[in-house]
């Protein structure tokens, strides 16, 4: 079982109306600097990252201008505070699996919180499980010799004590777990790449006057296992925990997609209207870190209209 660590949217831009009124305001919650934390980044309040037990990660102030001199910051836990006047800070993570969260706030600028997943390594699946978990097997080579279809390096563990916890600012973890059901502990794939996508996007549909606190994610992470299961492609990107159907609904919240270009229906065209705002970035500089692929899915018995997007690092249509 886990551990928990407290260390404390056609593409017309007729088809939308911009300017909707609406009650409800929206907090992006960035943060006015990006913190990189290994490889990764952050321009959020909140942010999930995930290693392997007692991996090593350099997390410093990212400067915007190579002459800039980053600043000291302090990081906080239950356990206390730790200062780092050179501005850098090396993470061990622990041992075991599990949720470290900090506070970290460089001198001068608003507080971070980083939440850092301790992953169970991929070599702990025995025979198509994990503690019991159904994961399945992953493609033996990789598509086209891609590297980002190798199989995962380590899994989340989900528990009822956990899914709750918000790994971005507007997404809990709970919103990504595969479908297929099971008992508790449960596992995910996640990449803070698709978390930073998916709140991006967020802002900008509001900036459209589109309020939405948060796309459903009608699905997030697939096991090989389920992905199989419901005959999906072999090379569903959900399986790597890069990719989520998602859609907007806020009016009613009803599990189903709200009628965007208010002409009365909920259909596919809300779809497109989803569609168009992802599209218009893709030639933006701040979009190349979110690059990928994105299909237009029509309602069926099973769902209602949504749209696939994805961080495969290449564009991709359909």
């Known amino acids: ?10 593409t017309l831009a007729s088809l939308f109306v911009v300017g909707q009124a609406h009650s409800q305001t929206f907090d992006a919650q960035r943060l006015d600097y990006t913190l990189a934390v290994g490889p990764w980044f952050t321009e959020y309040k909140t942010m999930s990252f995930f290693v392997l037990p007692s991996q090593e990660i350099d997390i410093h102030y990212d400067p915007d201008d190579d002459h800039e001199t980053p600043p000291p910051i302090k990081t906080c836990s239950q356990a206390g505070c730790t200062d780092y006047p050179d ?71 989900v528990t009822k004590e956990n899914e709750n916890t918000f790994i ?37 549909v509001n900036k459209k006057g589109i309020y939405c606190n948060g796309f459903h994610v009608m699905s997030g992470f697939r096991t090989p296992y ?25 009016n009613p919240k009803d599990g189903y997609m709200d009628d965007l270009n208010k002409d009365g229906k909920r259909d596919v065209n809300d779809a497109k209207v989803l569609a168009s705002i992802v599209e218009k970035y893709f030639s933006d500089p701040d979009y190349k870190p979110f690059i990928g692929g994105m299909g237009i899915y029509k309602k069926n018995a099973a769902h209602g209209p949504f749209v696939h997007v994805d961080v495969r690092g290449f564009r991709a249509r359909w």
Request: hydrophobic share 35%.
């Open 168 to 204: 971005a600012p507007h997404y809990q973890l709970k919103q990504f777990v595969s479908k297929q059901g099971g008992n508790y502990p449960r596992y995910v794939v996640l990449q803070t790449r698709m978390l930073r996508k998916l709140e991006f996007l967020t802002e900008e």
């Open 226 to 250: 389920y992905n199989k299961a419901i005959n999906n492609k072999l090379w569903s990107r959900h399986q790597w925990g890069g990719a989520a159907d998602i859609f907007v609904d806020e």
């Open 1 to 10: 079982m886990i551990k928990t660590f407290t260390a404390t949217c056609l």
């Open 87 to 157: 501005g850098l800070w090396k993470f061990t993570a622990p041992n075991e699996p599990g949720l470290v969260s900090y506070r970290v706030q460089p001198k001068g600028k608003a507080e971070a919180t980083l939440n850092i997943f301790v992953m169970y390594p991929a070599k702990d699946i025995k025979e198509g499980k994990l503690n019991g978990y159904r994961i399945g097997q992953y493609p033996d080579k990789p598509y086209k010799g891609l590297a980002i279809y190798n199989p995962p390096l380590g899994f989340v563990e």
